[in-house]
């Protein structure tokens, strides 16, 4: 058990519709990840949030969004859905990013469009 | 951040010990090496780091090489349970870094009986 929890861990829904995922990081941590994992695209970075303060942009939609809140739990909300967007989402949480560790992954939260 | 390069697929037997290669030739003075795994679609895992100096720890050992252009990551006994897709990733650490990981597309370790 890494300590993150994400939620919903399975999620199925019709192209165009909205969903929310959550994840609550480890204690202490400040920091928090989003990774989406497809089937031909490998983990690759969404976006960062130190402290309630977006600090690291990969290659997220703009029809996603993500924000993390005063109790550093974060959300990605993901709109506007299509075919497309059925991966793996995971949310990993860390320190501070200066610091070297660990990143901790939770177990991610699986979304099928159809 | 420096580009890592590793074998797409490798076999181990089971008992025997596994040795995963990782070229990082463009690795700057302050990014440090880390390896993560995957194990069939759970969340990546944390393995080891270092920056120079050989590491150990309960999972693995991880050889990094002088001019640290290159890493072994070293599984000493696998066991069925380690078959996965290894990620060896260089990270850059400091005031100014987010610490996020880029993963590539890793080795995939099949461990056989």
């Known amino acids: 058990d890494s300590g993150v929890t994400q939620t919903p861990k399975h999620l199925i829904t019709a192209t165009g519709q909205r969903v929310t995922l959550r994840c609550s990081p480890r204690s202490g941590d400040l920091s928090v990840y989003w990774y989406q994992q497809s089937l031909d695209q490998g983990l690759q970075f969404l976006i960062q949030y130190y402290n309630g303060e977006e600090r690291a942009k990969g290659n997220i939609l703009e029809r996603f969004s993500a924000q993390q809140f005063p109790d550093l739990h974060s959300e990605l909300n993901l709109s506007s859905l299509e075919l497309g967007d059925s991966a793996l989402y995971f949310c990993?949480?860390?320190?501070?990013?200066?610091?070297?560790?660990?990143?901790?992954f939770g177990e991610g939260s699986r979304l099928t469009v159809l | 951040d420096a580009k890592t390069t590793q074998p797409p697929s490798m076999d181990c037997a089971e008992g025997r010990a596994a040795n995963l290669p990782c070229n990082h030739s463009t690795i700057s003075g302050n990014e440090y090496v880390y390896w993560y795994r995957q194990i069939h679609s759970q969340g990546p895992q944390y393995i080891i780091h270092?920056?120079?100096n050989n590491e150990t720890n309960e999972m693995a050992s991880l050889i990094i090489t002088e001019d640290r252009k290159s890493s072994t990551l070293i599984l000493p006994h696998a066991t069925l349970r380690d078959t996965a897709v290894y990620y060896c990733?260089?990270?850059?650490?400091?005031?100014?870094?987010?610490?996020?990981?880029?993963f590539g597309q890793g080795t995939t370790l099949q461990v056989k009986p």
């Open positions: 270092g920056l120079k």
């Open positions: 990993a949480s860390g320190h501070r990013p200066s610091e070297t560790g660990e990143l901790f």
């Open positions: 990733i260089v990270r850059p650490h400091g005031s100014s870094n987010t610490g996020k990981l880029i």
